[in-house]
Nanobody
């Protein structure tokens, strides 16, 4: 049974930082692309970042470039999203998701993803 568990969400002031973690079980971890998505109240879910199976290719949505960094630790079956200079617009529930991919690269399109976590709340407010 595939399970993705996010952690690290919290309340933080504007300009602050958080590090989200996603831990996977029940999958061959290094065969999966991992992505981070977020959904703000009243908005559709959007792709934030993704990382290829070996970690060599990453993508970011334009609004987080230069502030967020994605990384993965295949040995410990974890993916991290380091979020710096957080802004109120980053407030959302953050989800990690996975899909099996036999090529290099990663996609931020939600339709690719086969497995999803339950989400972790990030709130940026003074």
């Amino acid at each position: 049974q595939v399970q993705l568990v996010e952690s690290g969400g919290d309340l933080v002031q504007p300009g602050g930082s958080l590090r989200l973690s996603c831990t996977a079980s029940g999958v061959v971890f290094d065969s999966n692309v991992i992505g981070w998505f977020r959904q703000a109240p009243g908005k559709e879910r959007e792709g934030v970042s993704c990382i290829s199976r070996a970690g060599g290719i990453v993508r970011y949505v334009e609004s987080v470039k230069g502030r967020f960094t994605i990384a993965r630790d295949n040995y410990n079956r974890r993916v991290f999203l380091q979020m710096d200079n957080l802004q109120p617009a980053d407030t959302a529930v953050y989800y990690c998701a996975a899909y099996v991919h036999d090529l290099t690269g990663c996609a931020l399109a939600e339709a690719f993803y086969q497995h999803w976590g339950q989400g972790t709340q990030v709130t940026v407010s003074s």
